[in-house]
């Protein structure tokens, strides 16, 4: 017999998970399904973000961190390091045990939140009286009628054109997390995010890592001086990247990959690597969803085609995350899946996709939220601009990370922020006080009127919005 739910939410990734809890939270029956397993074959929520993405690649982050540190920088502090070496089983072991708390931290929150977990692949089987026919197969196989549908299926990394994923030699960000051993030389075709931030990595740890981006700008979409600065201290941490290339072919080797591209001067060219990862982009995942059986709209690119509020053509199905328009980020994914499931329950929450933040876990870290000043320009909007660097951060002198800068972009009439740009030491953290103030329309003077902690690298966004009005204290 079926078993009947308010809400059936297919996924458990950032987008589903979170949205499978608001609902039960607000009273409502709910169901989530998701298929992923590890490779124990346990069950495995959390989606690509908990077990092949923003997790394990913040774990690898971390270790490789601590290794480069011991390596090349603890002797500043006065420790002597002698015989220091890798074990790569206990390197990748303990991002494996990170994963694993990350997925039964979430089995956890459903038993806690009386949301039923079905282990299992969901497909839309038809529409009846009272909702929404479900199938899931796998595991927990069963039948399903929701009245509610939310999709958050997630994406899946995009090959290029007639080169498949191995997860051997020609690695996903998948196997990129998983590499048995350092790689001598690595490729890497994109250098967005997953590329600058695996690349990174695995350099940390002694690899050769050669970057190959298509497009002639650095970082297209961040703000042009913070993408410049981020350039040239990641490449001089040994990050070989050419910009404007144009890859034409692939080939796996007894040894490697071999790669051919054209230069941005149109010169052939040729890369031979032991492993090569393609972080390309991600293309949304609507596989085996039965889209088809219940006529549910795709775009022309492929995503689930919704409406401001997530609505798709379909009668009380949903759907959030990277299978629909909008940036591919996880905290985008929970946002939405939050105000759906509000939504069902008759609210009128509000996501304002100018205020999500954005952050690239290199080296140091590049954050941003807003708009940049390319972007200002190109609208006409009249601005001023502040910037600090960390180099006259007391904090940051401390902790011996100098790079970087803050920068604070804020309209010249009324002072309200409109973009934040950071290059720096836990700008991952320092970038949640601009979201806040600019969620709630402040201005820089707001910010340069707020008590900051001393010493706190935080006091270089004061200062930043001190310099919008040309009055630094310290610098
Ligand atoms: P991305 O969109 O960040 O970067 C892809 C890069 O590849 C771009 O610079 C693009 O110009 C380049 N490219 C595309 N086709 C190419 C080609 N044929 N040859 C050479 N270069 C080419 O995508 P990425 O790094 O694959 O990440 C996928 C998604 O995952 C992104 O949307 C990203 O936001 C998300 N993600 C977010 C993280 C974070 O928030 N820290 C971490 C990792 C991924």
């Given at each position: 017999m079926a078993k009947q739910f308010d809400v059936v939410v297919i996924g458990a990734g950032p987008g589903g998970y979170v949205a499978a809890i608001r609902a039960a939270q607000l009273g409502f029956s709910v169901a989530c399904v998701d298929e992923w397993t590890n490779d124990k074959g346990k069950p495995a929520p959390g989606g690509t973000c908990t077990n092949i993405g923003c997790i394990p690649s913040k774990a690898l982050l971390q270790s490789s961190e601590h290794y480069e540190q011991a390596k090349d920088q603890f002797s500043e502090h006065g420790i002597e390091v002698k015989g220091l070496k890798l074990d790569i089983d206990t390197f990748l072991g303990r991002k494996d045990t990170v994963v694993d708390q990350n997925n039964q931290g979430i089995l956890y929150l459903f038993r806690k939140n009386k949301v039923n977990y079905f282990n299992g692949k969901a497909a839309f089987k038809s529409k009846v009286d009272n909702g929404w026919a479900v199938t899931v197969s796998g595991n927990d196989s069963a039948e399903l009628i929701a009245k509610h549908v939310i999709i958050a299926t997630g994406s899946n990394p995009r090959a290029l054109p007639g080169v498949e994923f191995d997860e051997e030699t020609i690695l996903s960000n998948d196997g990129a997390l998983s590499l048995p051993k350092v790689p001598k030389k690595l490729g890497v075709v994109g250098a967005g995010v997953i590329g600058l931030e695996l690349g990174s990595v695995w350099r940390r740890l002694g690899a050769e890592v050669s970057i190959l981006e298509?497009?002639?700008?650095?970082?297209?979409?961040?703000?042009r001086d913070a993408a410049k600065e981020a350039y040239k201290l990641l490449t001089k941490q040994g990050l070989d990247i050419t910009m404007g290339a144009k890859v034409e072919s692939v080939e796996k080797t007894k040894s490697g990959v071999t790669v051919k591209y054209t230069d941005a001067d149109d010169k052939e060219q040729t890369l031979e690597v032991d492993k090569l990862i393609v972080a390309i982009g991600r293309v949304p995942n609507t596989e085996g969803l039965g889209a088809d059986t219940v006529g549910l709209k795709l775009d022309e690119r492929g995503f689930i085609a919704v409406d401001d509020d997530c609505k798709?053509?379909?009668?009380?199905v949903w759907a959030v995350g990277d299978?629909?328009?909008?940036?591919?980020l996880a905290h985008k994914a929970e946002d939405e899946g939050i105000a759906v499931a509000e939504r069902i329950a008759g609210q009128q929450p509000h996501i304002n996709f100018n205020t999500i933040p954005w952050v690239i876990y290199t080296n140091p870290e590049i954050a941003w939220v807003g708009q940049t000043e390319d972007e200002l320009k190109k609208s006409g909007r009249e601005y001023r601009s502040g910037t600090f660097p960390f180099m006259a951060n007391g904090r940051a002198r401390s902790l011996g990370q100098l790079d970087g800068f803050i920068k604070v972009l804020a309209d010249?009439?009324?002072?309200?922020?409109?973009g934040v740009h950071m290059v720096g030491p836990q700008v991952s953290e320092l970038i949640a006080e601009a979201v806040a103030i600019m969620e709630f329309k402040g201005a820089a003077e707001d910010i340069a009127r707020i008590c900051h902690a001393h010493?706190?690298?935080?006091e270089s966004l004061r200062e930043a919005a001190l310099a919008v009005d040309k009055r630094t204290l310290n610098f």
């Open positions: 298509g497009m002639p700008d650095f970082l297209a979409a961040v703000d798709t053509n379909l009668p009380n299978v629909v328009r909008g940036p591919m010249a009439k009324t002072d309200e922020v409109l010493p706190t690298l935080s």
